[in-house]
């Protein structure tokens, strides 16, 4: 955002900041840090408002393709994980052997608890005890539990607040709500790609979290850490999905490529590949059907 009409400086400057914060993480020794950066497109040039939409699910997929541990999280830039959550995960070898086998031979992912901070003069928690005190009067709450409740509410919070570890890498199993799409943890040789025809705002994690319930995937709760960022306003894809006045045109399209990518999800079983750039293009791109289907919305 900073570098549009800024020009060149505005870009070196932008270049000169990711360069100095790309240092700093990466002289912690804590990982190998990768950013990619991409330039929105100008709505008044763009070919098709589809082009101008967050490529949200390509995105994910860069970032899969980029790391290296077994184990990964996808998550969102905003939110900032709890104090110590690498070293619950690895720090004993016995437990971690066991997530990584639940993982890949018994096809699990696990919940992550993920929180908004809406009092802006508090500081973002950090522990499992400072979410605690700020859930009573609502100062902390169920990420999008505003917007789309459905998405990470079905995660026992009272089970949460008192879970302490593993269970045999296990955890407590959670709900098969379709509506269901928290982050998870998961084997990164495991998991499918993520659809890039959903961009924007909307169905992009339903559709995977779909997808991975197709192939026998269960959903179990990660215990005691969390992810939680600052409450924001929501973006303008979404206030157009979701709002009190959606754009009932936007809406629709992304409806109807949510329900074709379901059916052939249903068809297809563990034989569907979500399409992305690096894939054969087997359908046409969003709000198109595919060759010789009938016209979409």
């Known amino acids: 955002q900073e570098t549009m009409g800024g020009g060149e400086a505005a870009w070196n400057r932008t270049v000169e900041m990711l360069s100095d914060f790309h240092k700093r993480v990466e002289d912690k020794g804590e990982c190998l840090l990768t950013?990619?950066?991409l330039e929105a497109v100008d709505p008044a040039s763009a070919k098709e408002e589809f082009d101008t939409l967050y490529p949200i699910n390509s995105l994910r997929n860069v970032a899969v393709r980029n790391a290296h541990s077994p184990l990964i999280m996808v998550v969102d830039a905003d939110f900032?994980?709890?104090?110590?959550f690498h070293e619950f995960l690895t720090s004993d070898p016995v437990i971690y052997a066991s997530l990584l086998h639940h993982a890949s031979a018994s096809r699990r992912v696990w919940a992550l608890v993920s929180l908004?901070?809406?009092a802006g003069h508090l500081p973002i928690p950090s522990t499992r005890a400072e979410v605690a005190a700020l859930l009573p009067n609502r100062s902390?709450?169920?990420?999008?539990?505003y917007l789309n409740?459905?998405?990470?509410?079905?995660?026992?919070?009272?089970h949460w607040l008192r879970a302490d570890g593993f269970a045999?890498?296990?955890?407590?199993?959670?709900t098969e709500d379709a509506a269901f799409e928290p982050f998870v943890l998961g084997a990164r040789e495991a998991l499918p790609d993520y659809d890039e025809r959903f961009r924007g705002y909307g169905f992009?994690?339903?559709a995977h979290a779909r997808h991975l319930r197709s192939l026998g995937f269960s959903y179990w709760l990660l215990p005691r850490h969390f992810a939680v960022a600052r409450y924001h306003h929501p973006t303008p894809t979404a206030v157009r999905m979701f709002g009190e006045d959606p754009d009932m045109l936007l809406r629709?399209?992304?409806e109807w490529l949510f329900d074709q990518v379901s059916s052939d999800i249903d068809a297809e079983g563990g034989g569907y590949q979500p399409l992305t750039a690096a894939s054969t293009s087997r359908r046409g791109a969003a709000g198109a059907p595919p060759s010789g289907g009938e016209p979409g919305p």
């Open 140 to 145: 902390v709450v169920v990420a999008e539990a």
């Open 35 to 37: 950013i990619s950066v």
């Open 252 to 254: 629709t399209r992304m």
């Open 168 to 174: 045999d890498g296990g955890g407590a199993p959670l």
């Open 116 to 118: 908004e901070l809406h």
């Open 80 to 84: 900032a994980p709890s104090e110590g």
């Open 149 to 158: 409740p459905a998405a990470h509410e079905p995660v026992d919070i009272d």
């Open 204 to 206: 992009d994690k339903t």
